[in-house]
Every structure is written in C-alpha cells, then in structure tokens.
Nanobody
Framework: QVQLVESGGGLVQAGGSLRLSCAASGSEFSIITMGWYRQAPGKQRDLVATITSGDRTNYADSVKGRFSISRDNAKKTLYLQMNSLKPEDTAVYYC???????????????WGQGTLVTVSS
C-alpha cells in the first residue's frame, strides 16, 4: 500500500504564489514518475507537470514559465511551485505517482486525495 498526501492548497489572489507538496509513504517502492494533475469544476482532469526518475520534466503549455515541479528523493516528496497564478488555475490539484513496488514486483499507480487551489481575480 502507498499513500500520497497533498498539502499547500488554499486561496490566493491573482498574481500570487503557492507551493504544493505531496508526501509518499507506505510499502517499499522506487519512484518511476511523479506528477501533478488538476481538475476544474465541470472539466476533465488534466496534466499539469511531470518529473521522471531522471529529473526530466514536462509541463502543460498553460503553466510553462509559471510553474515548477521538483522533488526531494530523500523525503519522498514532490513539490509544485506555482507563481503568477491566474483565476483559470483554480482547480483541485492531484498528485500522481507511478511506483515500482518491490514486494509486488510490478509498477503501481497511486493518486492523492487532492488539494483545492482557488485564485481570486
């Protein structure tokens, strides 16, 4: 079993910044890829940013230059630094991890419970 716990969401004015965190815990695993997704009301869940085990990053066009994904391997924690926030960034942000589970001997996808980010105009 793996748990992903997000934190750092909240209400911020347009132009402001927030930093999301996602802590992974549970059975022994290695991280293959981690990422952030978001889901606005009435819309589908979309990719925001991902980071591979080799620290290769990928961003949605809508957040390039404003958001930065990073991780602390020792703490098994993923971060998303969000700057120059816009009202259209308002959504529930979900942490995702593709992990290799040593006991299972295979990969496993895990999701956090989500954290709400609200950007006021």
């Amino acid at each position: 079993q793996v748990q992903l716990v997000e934190s750092g969401g909240g209400l911020v004015q347009a132009g402001g910044s927030l930093r999301l965190s996602c802590a992974a815990s549970g059975s022994e695993f290695s991280i293959i890829t981690m990422g952030w997704y978001r889901q606005a009301p009435g819309k589908q869940r979309d990719l925001v940013a991902t980071i591979t085990s080799g620290d290769r990053t990928n961003y949605a066009d809508s957040v390039k230059g404003r958001f930065s994904i990073s991780r602390d391997n020792a703490k098994k924690t993923l971060y998303l630094q969000m700057n120059s926030l816009k009202p259209e960034d308002t959504a529930v942000y979900y942490c995702n991890a593709r992990l290799f589970m040593f006991q299972l001997g295979r990969p496993l996808d895990a999701w956090g419970q989500g954290t709400l980010v609200t950007v006021s105009s």
